[in-house]
């Protein structure tokens, strides 16, 4: 198992993208109240199970995908692209479906679709005409 820094500028995007989605998920893993009090999330009366769900199903997952792709050869960094924009179309679901119109889901929306694109601009050559104009 080899472990490598990006070679390239677009590489280093998403490289980007994945840390984000690992430091993320370790907060989530080690850190769940205060996702909840971020969220507004709340646990019903005597039951924590809701922290195990916060915990495995946000934190360790995403901890587990970022790990894979760190230590892949090539870097399989659409998988990202995947998990970024299902949870995009998730909360444009929610602002559908469940009337969220807030500031926070607005950004929320936005910053999963920005991270959602980046891997997926580096894995299909989007960032090119960048590197051509600036030199990188």
Known sequence: MNFSLPSSSSETLAFLV??????GGLITLFA???IM???GLALADGRAFGLSEI??????FYVGV???ILLSEPRPYIILTFA???FCFGRILAFVVDRVH???HMGAIMGDAILATIPAMHTFGGFSFLEAILGW
């Open 18 to 23: 994945l840390l984000i989605a690992l430091a």
């Open 32 to 34: 769940p109240r205060m």
């Open 37 to 39: 009090r971020w969220t």
């Open 55 to 60: 915990r495995g199903a946000l934190g360790g």
């Open 66 to 68: 970022a790990l894979y």
């Open 84 to 86: 970024f924009g299902f």
């Open 102 to 104: 807030n500031p926070q």
